[in-house]
């Protein structure tokens, strides 16, 4: 099992432009989520989806939008980046004891 | 409302001096509480969940729901306890965790 993968793991932007962030999971779970890791900030949660087909806002959902594509996969889109969205990013998703698995983390710059 | 407290951004210590990570929850039900670990560069990994009652890489957390505290404990740290640290409350009726801001734990040798 890889457990939880995301893609890219670097990523440099510029003002204005978008991205996509893909995760997937091979645990066959149903709860995935967004974090983003900023220091002294801890973890935020930006949106989660509970089951496939439903999504819903987090903490700081604002500048992003999420797609759960399927049971795996839950992607995260910034449509017009911008320096605040400079951050790490991870991917989680929810075992059945409620604990979370996290991925490898994308770090993305806007410059 | 639900919160998890981490009082300390930073802790240093020596190799084989006693650590304690300290967490505070608000919560008023019954807590579901979590503790994991960021070594330098990796992702979260789940240390302790308090329901376990047991011991990871020597750390032990108990729930001291009188003082609302879930504190991290190990007796004699490593130089390789350095990381970051964070505490995790689970949301009432939902799939979310709370997570608090994270203590980052150096261990000096």
């Known amino acids: 099992n890889a457990g939880v993968t995301q893609t890219p793991k670097f990523q440099v932007l510029k003002t204005g432009q978008s991205m996509t962030l893909q995760c997937a999971q091979d645990?066959?779970?149903?709860?995935m989520y967004w974090y983003r890791q900023d220091p002294g900030m801890g973890l935020r949660l930006i949106y989660y989806s509970a089951s496939e087909g439903t999504t819903d806002k987090g903490e700081v959902p604002n500048g992003y939008n999420v797609s759960r594509l399927n049971k795996r996969e839950f992607s995260l889109r910034l449509e017009s980046a911008a320096p605040s969205q400079t951050s790490v990013y991870f991917c989680a998703s929810r075992g059945t004891l409620n604990e979370q698995f996290f991925g490898p983390g994308t770090r993305l710059t806007v410059l | 409302a639900q919160r998890v407290t981490q009082p300390e951004k930073l802790l240093s210590v020596f190799k084989g001096a006693p650590v304690e990570l300290k967490c505070n929850y608000s919560y008023s039900g019954s807590p579901e509480l979590f503790w994991y670990v960021q070594y330098s560069r990796q992702r979260l990994q789940l240390l302790l969940r308090?329901?376990s009652r047991e011991s990871i890489k020597g750390f032990t957390a108990d729930l001291n729901k009188g003082e609302t505290s879930f504190h991290l404990k190990k007796p004699f740290a490593q130089e390789e306890d350095s990381a970051m640290y964070y505490c995790a409350l689970g949301e009432d009726n939902t799939d979310k965790l709370i997570f608090g801001t994270g203590t980052r734990l150096q261990v000096f040798p």
């Open positions: 645990m066959n779970h149903n709860s």
């Open positions: 308090h329901i």
